[in-house]
T-cell receptor, first 114, second 112 residues
């Protein structure tokens, strides 16, 4: 069964460092998303991406964040200068169609900023 | 704005017990409602959904009914198994191209 894969499963980084979280969406999917969950908090939408551009982003997704689809398979989330409050579980998702009725999520990357 | 509130966990049950996880929502218009599940070490998986009032979503013995009058979508299962131990997330979409809005998640532990 096709699945969304995320790497790494756990990333520890020092405050101020750049991190790149990687995702391989399902191959025939066209819509891609990043969500995050701070420990004990809600799963929050960050950004959606379609046709090589951002289609929607939340207020969390400020200038420190960027997304890219560098080739035909990867979808990355970059945080330029990490802060302690960026520590969270980051989920990637993809779907064939708009909206998330049939979205498939990855297993998540736990980012710890120290 | 749109929001989802679900009961705090963790919930610990014995095998074959009845499960209810409460979920209420606030949304404009007529949202679609979902339950996602995250098993240990895995991603979020869609468990069931309902797209209009009085619809009942069901899967793997779990059920939830879209109650517009009480703005609720409570998850139920008549007899839980150890393999149901996971985190359960209630979520909504208020229109076709808006992102999912999730609740905080409820951790369920089922003991033999």
């Amino acid at each position: 069964e096709p699945e969304v894969t995320q790497t790494p499963s756990h990333q520890v980084t020092q405050m101020g460092q750049e991190v790149i979280l990687r995702c391989v969406p399902i191959s025939n999917h066209l819509y891609f998303y990043w969500y995050r969950q701070i420990l004990g908090q809600k799963v929050e939408f960050l950004v959606s991406f379609y046709n090589n551009e951002i289609s929607e982003k939340s207020e969390i997704f400020d200038d420190q964040f960027s997304v890219e689809r560098p080739d035909g398979s990867n979808f990355t989330l970059k945080i330029r200068s990490t802060k302690l409050e960026d520590s969270a579980m980051y989920f990637c998702a993809s779907s064939e169609a708009q909206g998330l009725t049939e979205a498939f999520f990855g297993q998540g990357t736990r980012l710890t900023v120290v | 704005g749109n929001s989802v509130t679900q009961m705090e966990g963790p919930v610990t049950l014995s095998e074959e017990a009845f499960l209810t996880i409460n979920c209420t929502y606030t949304a404009t218009g007529y949202p679609s409602l979902f339950w996602y599940v995250q098993y240990p070490g895995e991603g979020l998986q869609l468990l069931l959904k309902a797209t209009k009032a009085d619809d009942k979503g069901s899967n793997k013995g779990f059920e939830a009914t879209y109650r517009k009058e009480t703005t609720s979508f409570h998850l139920e299962k008549g007899s839980v198994q150890v393999s149901d131990s996971a985190v359960y997330f209630c979520a909504l979409i208020s229109s076709g191209n808006t992102p999912l809005v999730f609740g905080k998640g409820t951790r369920l532990s089922v003991i033999a």
